[in-house]
């Protein structure tokens, strides 16, 4: 098992920039994949992005281009550096592991972090 704490989470003004930090409480070096999600209010969990054990990300359409996902293995920490945010961005984040095994996967969520873009 593993534990995710996010963090980093705040009141931002549109054109800012936050970077959230998700902490295991294991390594997370052989863990398949790492990703962000975000939920809205009255919308869907949507992913933001993922990052694989080898270092290869994925990105929603919506954020391409202004949003980083890194992980520093060493710290066990995953990050997701927001920049030029949007009203549209406001939403609690949530850190997710998906950590497989030889014949199935275990999904692990964070509390989730709330970010708020507003003037």
């Known amino acids: 098992q593993v534990q995710l704490v996010e963090s980093g989470g705040g009141l931002v003004q549109p054109g800012g920039s936050l970077r959230l930090s998700c902490a295991a409480s294991?390594?997370?070096?052989?863990?398949?994949?790492m990703g962000w999600y975000r939920q809205a209010p009255g919308k869907a969990r949507e992913l933001v992005a993922h990052?694989?054990?080898?270092?290869?990300?994925n990105y929603a359409d919506s954020v391409k281009g202004r949003f980083t996902i890194s992980r520093d293995n060493a710290k066990n920490t995953v990050y997701l550096q927001m920049s030029s945010l949007r009203p549209e961005d406001t939403a609690v984040y949530y850190c997710?592991?998906?950590?497989?095994?030889?014949?199935?996967?275990?999904?692990?969520w964070g509390q989730g972090t709330q970010v708020t873009v507003s003037s």
């Open positions: 997710n592991a998906e950590d497989y095994t030889q014949f199935s996967v275990n999904n692990y």
């Open positions: 294991r390594s997370i070096d052989s863990i398949v994949l």
């Open positions: 990052i694989t054990r080898g270092g290869s990300t």
